[in-house]
């Protein structure tokens, strides 16, 4: 027995979970780490099992307990097998690009050390650091004395200036919870007492008036609201590319198409790690895979929690409500669970719409970003009272996410306990974003001492922390833009009709410091096909732009990598007419 | 500066014809087009059937396009191409529009605008198709691009959701180019597109029409891979239980179209929420005076002649606006919603001195043996009966009225049996 365990103690949790839950669920110790094994009926059971067994005096909960019937899917890898990294030595090997891993990336830029960052997709944020609401929460939800409140708050403190050094649209439009008078009177002198200990700053209380003058448009059914100023927005895509792409511009590499697929450990230490495109051997690694860091911690044999995905969906409504919402605006309702999500409300993004969400659901499967008619509809008769101006005809689009949440509910941030050289940026869920400047700073000083054993480090003489964004023509004063257009005419034309997106901007994103070439990856950059028509008119064109600068016949040309392909072989007749914007 | 009397936003079909009448009225007249080429939606229609009214001839969409780009040509009236119009603004009695192109930002003033920038396509996710987010999945008028204009196949084996004009067109498009449509499926008890066209484009190719019936989930990781049909009860719900796998590897969408208004909009142009397109009066005025609007961008039309039309009429009161502003006295047309799903204009300006108007509307259900009647007080301007009205198949008629005897009293349109 590992850790200092208590005797009996695994006795009990297995018998409370046979008494609760299931008789066939088998309780072990590994090391220091709880390790849940068996079969049941249902997911539930699953997590209720898991929940028991958390914060009962281990590291963590290993749950590996099967649902009868259910298989999850194997893991997505790219189909694409080359040897371009094969045998390749690193001072430093990120695993995952996500906001974590290219903030990490990112700061560690600032030292003479290889840094190879890997994401088994075609772009960086297709996970979780794409699918968010974008806001950079206060950190007032997370429990005192937890990781989460503390990188949260640090990480809220840092976005003005790294969203300034890094050329990205941040705002601190602030966020409003409502509350009727049993809300009022329960929660108030808590969350003083909560602002106070986790540090959060100018929290103030507004009466009704107070509160529809910030936001006139919003409904009656509340008595007051409490305003945390501080709170942020921000495009979390653009962020997570802004972070990467200032790390490659400081000597940092992306390679994308890239996944970790076994790692070799000899002596508790990684020697290699094998991917798709080859086997790479780096000094250190950071684990920062979102949803699958369990997985590879299992890699390293270092593995003591479990991501337990928790689904989130989110509405998109059209910039044309935008008008009726400046900031974050929530109304808890008195019923909601506490360890589900925070909500949700409506949030108006950094691009102008209106976000309606998020919701809350466990669920088994990881990549699973499939919505239901169910959960979208629940969200809108939650949600949409707050602003009677919108209704359902607003919605453009709406898609999910997966939180990476563990039992233990609070981020992993630590050097491995058991592998020398592997470190994790793990569990990272909401508020995963706001908390990623504070995490990658102090994830960075983890892996410079523990690189400092091995090598010498020093810190880069001619680091750059700036990185000029493409510039987003359509926000401009009509003098600036026209400045822009007579130095590079193609910023003149526009292609995209809803985001008035011109194609200098989308040449721009397909020559950015890491270059992309499927519609999703342009679309995050610049944001062609993300407004209400949803890319029925432009996307012949942006496709066109894609094979003229990117190089490439527009049979490859996909929608988010891999086999996505737009069209799948010529017509009998072949290329047609000259029509179209181009 | 540059200054015109008359601005047409759009080179579509609604646009040239609008900007022909507004300059054969003697007016100074641009048109502005986004596209590199004038045209419209009409250039990727290479099916025939356009112009029979207009033309008494079976025209493709672009030879349509070519006769009016011609004339436009011929009478040197000036069209912008690959020029954007970013916003407009109303400074005194002056609209300034902000227009963008290669060449930079430059302002151009107006004293009457046309708004024909006709329309876009509903997506699935504004008629809550839900599953995953593979590629395959497209609205009819992108794959319509992908064959008619760039010559490329979007999928092999696919299924077409909603009977539209477009989904029907496409149907038959896509199987001449060597794809397989499994078939037509469409959630309303009865086709939404023109019946020649079920002929036409099902009927002749075998291809099935499944009415009653919708897509509940998409699936596939990359591509599509297949779709879950399910049957619908009457309120349009689906059915528990009828659940049933098809496989494919494309979904096209031809669920509706929706006028497009963010312009209008900016400019506080009032939105008749049956057409999605503006209040108008029988001059194509919208409620903001010198806007006007015609086309799919006033409300979806079901054949090219009729927006040709309202072009027309809107460019000759443009013009006629642009040369003496004159005062308006709006009645508003009352209109049963439980009979029609719309119909345009909206209003009667009567201090016009145009005392015809031409009306376009739609049932809402289809209905047989009914009269249509339009009457203001207790004169009766128009009656016509009809053994047939079908809401995908747009009415149009003509009436007089005589200003006097309507002041202060607003027309009505009945439908009654008989
Ligand atoms: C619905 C929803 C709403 C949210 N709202 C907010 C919010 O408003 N504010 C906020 O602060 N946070 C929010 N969050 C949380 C936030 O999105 C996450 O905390 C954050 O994005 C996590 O970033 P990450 O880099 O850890 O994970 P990810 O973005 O998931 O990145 C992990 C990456 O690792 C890659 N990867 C995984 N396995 C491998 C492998 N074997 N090899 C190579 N690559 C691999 C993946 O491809 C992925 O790109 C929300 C989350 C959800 C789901
Ligand atoms: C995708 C699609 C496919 C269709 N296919 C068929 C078919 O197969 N058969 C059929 O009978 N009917 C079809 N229709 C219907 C067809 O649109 C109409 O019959 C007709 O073309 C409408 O004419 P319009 O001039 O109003 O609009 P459009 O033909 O759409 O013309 C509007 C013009 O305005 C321009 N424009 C828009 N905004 C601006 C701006 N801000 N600045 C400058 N220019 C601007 C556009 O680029 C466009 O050229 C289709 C419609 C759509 C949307």
Redesign the pocket.
């Given at each position: 027995m590992n850790g200092g365990a208590v005797l009996g103690r695994i006795e009990k949790i297995q018998g409370e979970i046979i008494n609760s839950v299931s008789k066939n669920i088998f309780c072990a110790e590994k090391r220091n780490s709880i390790l849940l094994e068996g079969e049941v009926e249902t997911y539930e059971e699953v997590i209720k099992a898991g929940k028991l067994a958390t914060n009962r005096g281990y590291k963590g909960v290993i749950n590996n307990i099967k649902v009868k019937g259910l298989t999850l899917p194997s893991r997505k890898h790219p189909k694409l097998i080359d040897n371009k990294l094969e045998r390749k030595k690193v001072d430093v090997l990120i695993i995952g690009g996500g906001v974590i891993g290219s903030a990490i990336a990112r700061e560690l830029s600032k030292w003479e050390i290889s840094i190879l960052l890997i994401d088994k997709e075609d772009d960086l944020a297709v996970h979780a650091s794409s699918r968010n609401n974008g806001m950079i929460h206060p950190g007032i939800d997370p429990n005192p004395k937890t990781k989460k409140a503390y990188y949260n708050v640090q990480g809220n403190k840092l976005y003005s200036k790294v969203a300034k050094e890094l050329d990205v649209s941040f705002e601190r439009c602030g966020n409003i919870v409502l509350y009727d008078a049993w809300y009022g009177k329960i929660i108030s002198p808590v969350l003083k007492l909560r602002a106070r200990l986790n540090g959060v700053e100018g929290m103030k209380y507004l009466s009704k008036r107070e509160t529809k003058e910030l936001e006139p448009y919003i409904y009656d059914d509340f008595i007051g609201s409490v305003i945390f100023p501080t709170t942020g927005i921000v495009s979390p895509y653009k962020m997570t590319i802004a972070f990467a792409e200032n790390a490659v511009l400081n000597g940092a590499e992306v390679s994308l198409n890239t996944a970790a697929l076994s790692i070799k450990c000899e002596d508790r230490k990684i020697i290699y790690v094998d991917t798709n495109r080859g086997r790479i051997f780096p000094k250190i690694v950071i684990n920062a895979a979102g949803v699958h860091a369990d997985e590879i911690a299992e890699m390293a044999d270092d593995r003591f929690f479990t991501i337990h995905p928790r689904k989130g969906h989110i509405l998109i409504l059209d910039k044309k409500k935008g008008q009726f919402l400046n900031s974050i605006v929530s109304k808890p309702a008195i019923n909601q669970s506490k360890s589900g999500t925070k909500g949700g409300g409506v949030t108006k993004t950094i691009d102008g719409n209106i976000l309606v969400g998020p919701d809350a659901v466990e669920q088994p499967f990881k990549e699973d970003y499939s919505t239901n008619k169910e959960n979208i509809d629940n969200i809108i008769n939650k949600h949409f009272p707050i602003l009677p101006l919108i209704s359902p005809s607003d919605i453009i689009t709406y898609f999910s996410g997966n939180r990476a949440a563990t039992y233990e509910e609070d981020f992993i941030i630590e050097k491995s306990e058991y592998v020398k050289n592997l470190i994790h940026a793990a569990g990272i869920q909401s508020p995963g974003l706001a908390s990623a400047p504070a995490i990658a700073l102090d994830i960075e000083k983890m892996a410079v001492e523990v690189l400092s054993t091995m090598m010498e480090v020093k810190p880069k003489e001619k680091w750059n922390p700036y990185r000029k964004g493409i510039p987003e023509l359509f926000k401009m004063s009509e003098k600036e833009r026209n400045e822009y257009i007579k130095k590079r005419p193609d910023y003149g034309i526009i292609i995209c009709?809803c985001e008035e997106i011109s194609k200098g901007e989308i040449v721009d994103a397909i020559n950015s410091p890491i270059p992309v070439n499927s519609l999703d990856a342009i679309k995050r950059r610049v944001r062609p096909g993300m407004g209400r028509c949803q890319g029925?008119f432009c996307t012949p064109s942006v496709a066109k732009i894609i094979e003229e600068n990117a190089n490439k016949n527009i049979l490859e040309i996909t929608k988010k990598g891999g086999e996505s392909y737009l069209v799948v072989e010529e017509t009998k007749k072949g290329g047609g007419a000259q029509f179209g914007i181009l | 500066m540059e200054f015109y009397d008359v601005v047409v936003?759009?080179?579509?079909?609604?646009?040239l014809a609008a900007g022909l009448s507004s300059y054969e009225e003697g007016a100074n007249t641009l048109i502005?087009?986004?596209?590199k080429y004038?045209?419209?939606?009409?250039k990727?229609?290479i099916?025939d059937?356009?112009g029979l009214v207009e033309f008494k001839e079976r025209l493709t969409?672009p030879e349509y396009a070519e006769r009016f780009i011609k004339m436009v040509r011929n009478k040197k009236i000036p069209i912008l191409t690959s020029?954007?119009?970013?916003s407009i603004k109303k400074e005194e009695e002056i609209f300034i529009l902000s227009v963008v192109s290669k060449d930079g930002i430059i302002k151009v003033g107006a004293k009457a605008i046309i708004l024909?920038?006709?329309?876009?396509?509903r997506t699935s996710k504004q008629i809550g198709i839900h599953g995953t987010r593979p590629s395959g999945v497209m609205?009819?008028?992108?794959a319509?691009?992908f064959v008619n204009i760039m010559g490329y196949l979007p999928c092999k084996k696919c299924i077409i959701l909603g009977s539209g004009?477009?989904g029907l067109?496409m149907a038959r498009r896509l199987t001449l180019e060597g794809a397989k449509v499994l078939g037509v499926y469409e959630v309303k008890n009865s086709p939404s597109g023109l019946t020649r066209n079920i002929v036409q484009c099902l009927n002749d190719f075998s291809i099935p029409l499944y009415l009653s019936k919708t897509i509940t989930k998409i699936s596939g990781d990359d591509r599509v891979e297949g779709v879950e049909i399910c049957d619908v009860d009457e309120n349009m719900k689906p059915i528990k239980g009828t659940e049933k796998f098809i496989e494919c590897d494309g979904v096209i969408l031809s669920v509706g179209?929706i006028p497009?208004n963010e312009?209008a909009e900016s400019l506080n142009v009032e939105i008749d929420n049956a057409t999605k397109g503006p209040y108008v009066d029988q001059n194509f005025m919208t409620k903001v005076d010198g806007i006007f609007s015609?086309?799919?961008?006033l409300h979806?039309?079901?054949?090219?002649d009729y927006?040709t039309e309202s072009?027309r009429l809107a460019g000759k009161s443009a013009a006629k606006y642009a040369s003496s502003k004159y005062k308006r006295a709006l009645n508003p047309i009352e209109i049963p919603l439980n009979k029609f799903l719309y119909a345009v204009p909206q209003y009667i300006d009567i201090n016009s001195d145009n005392n015809k108007v031409v009306m376009y509307l739609r049932s809402r259900d289809i209905v047989k043996n009914v009269k249509v009647i339009i009457k203001s007080r207790n004169e009766i301007l128009y009656e016509k009966r009809y053994t047939h009205l079908n809401p995908p198949e747009m009415e149009r008629i003509v009436f007089d009225f005589n200003r006097s005897s309507l002041n202060d009293y607003s027309i009505k349109i009945l439908m009654q049996e008989g």
């Open positions: 009709r029925a | 936003l759009g080179a579509g079909p609604a646009g502005i087009e986004r596209e004038p045209g419209g939606i009409l990727q229609c099916h059937g356009f969409g020029t954007f119009v970013t024909a920038n006709g329309c876009r396509e609205t009819a008028g992108l319509q691009y004009d477009i067109i179209l497009e312009i015609c086309g799919n961008a979806v039309n079901d054949l090219v927006v072009g």
